[in-house]
């Protein structure tokens, strides 16, 4: 059980919320310092304060896809979220939370604390069960996933769309170990772009000028939990080992496997 592996940090991480009349413009801004160095997704909360709906980097890229403007910020945030919210508890077993996950295609769930709120369980939470388990899986047994790349000539209308037809947040520039992710669009729109204000070719610009991050190119082929502690130490954990790449996701679901189920 989820308090079993983590009796001290299960509920350490805090549920970030937005209320549902809120604008998509304050969503953003809550959201960059939380995109994947915490957690992936706000909770929208309605008139009681109780979680109604969810929302992340995906929502906010499809929005901006279909709207690349300045209006698309002032929109309400209930306009566009999820309206799916998984909840556990502290008794809730690491496989039915990943399989939660793998159903709703979000790994994000909320449970309640101490403090009368709510925690947020993510797939960055899970590196801090995966690097204390007692495996002999390496990294090369992993399943393998198909990398999906673009071009230095590539255009955010063509990143974003290809992030959204092959359900991935990152995209690595092909032949290299540097990646754009949903996290450095939104990053990109806020600062530099200030909510396109005064951008009126958003979708046409190179994404080469976003500020591409590198991946953690991992040249051995260790065990699992070795790179899962490797990736916990990470702010925006990510890693390259020969022709595959790596998340956190792919941590949760080596997590299901029988050879990841020894804990010290």
């Known amino acids: 059980m989820l308090r079993d592996l983590l009796p001290m940090s299960f509920t350490a991480v805090p549920c970030v919320s937005i209320q549902r009349q809120a604008k998509i413009e304050e969503a953003i801004g809550l959201l960059i310092p939380y995109l994947e160095s915490m957690a992936d997704s706000l909770i929208v909360t309605g008139d009681n304060n109780e979680p109604i709906g969810v929302v992340g980097g995906r929502e906010i890229v499809e929005k901006i896809l279909a709207n690349p403007s300045?209006?698309?910020?002032?929109?309400?945030?209930?306009?566009?979220?999820s309206p799916v919210v998984t909840r556990i508890s502290g008794t809730s077993t690491i496989r039915s939370i990943i399989e939660d996950w793998q159903r709703t295609g979000r790994a994000f769930s909320i449970l309640p604390n101490a403090l009368g709120g709510f925690s947020v369980i993510s797939a960055r939470k899970m590196l801090e069960v995966g690097k204390i388990s007692m495996t002999d899986m390496r990294i090369s047994e992993l399943p393998k996933k198909k990398i999906h790349t673009f071009s230095t000539n590539s255009t955010i209308n063509e990143v974003i769309n290809s992030m959204l037809k092959n359900k991935t947040r990152k995209l690595?520039?092909?032949?290299?170990?540097?990646?754009?992710?949903?996290?450095?669009?939104?990053?990109?729109?806020?600062?530099?772009?200030?909510?396109?204000?005064?951008?009126?070719?958003?979708?046409?610009?190179?994404?080469t000028?976003?500020?591409?991050?590198?991946?953690?190119?991992?040249?051995?082929?260790?065990?699992?939990?070795?790179?899962?502690?490797?990736?916990?130490g990470m702010q925006h954990p990510y890693a390259v080992f020969r022709d595959q790449v790596i998340s956190p996701w792919d941590i949760c679901v080596a997590l299901l496997s029988e050879r990841m189920q020894e804990y010290d």
């Open 70 to 81: 300045r209006s698309v910020f002032e929109g309400e945030i209930e306009k566009i979220m």
């Open 209 to 232: 000028g976003f500020g591409l991050e590198y991946a953690k190119v991992i040249t051995k082929d260790i065990m699992v939990n070795e790179l899962a502690s490797i990736m916990f």
């Open 172 to 207: 690595l520039l092909e032949n290299t170990n540097q990646f754009v992710s949903d996290r450095i669009i939104i990053e990109k729109i806020a600062s530099d772009l200030n909510y396109l204000r005064n951008t009126g070719n958003f979708l046409d610009l190179p994404v």
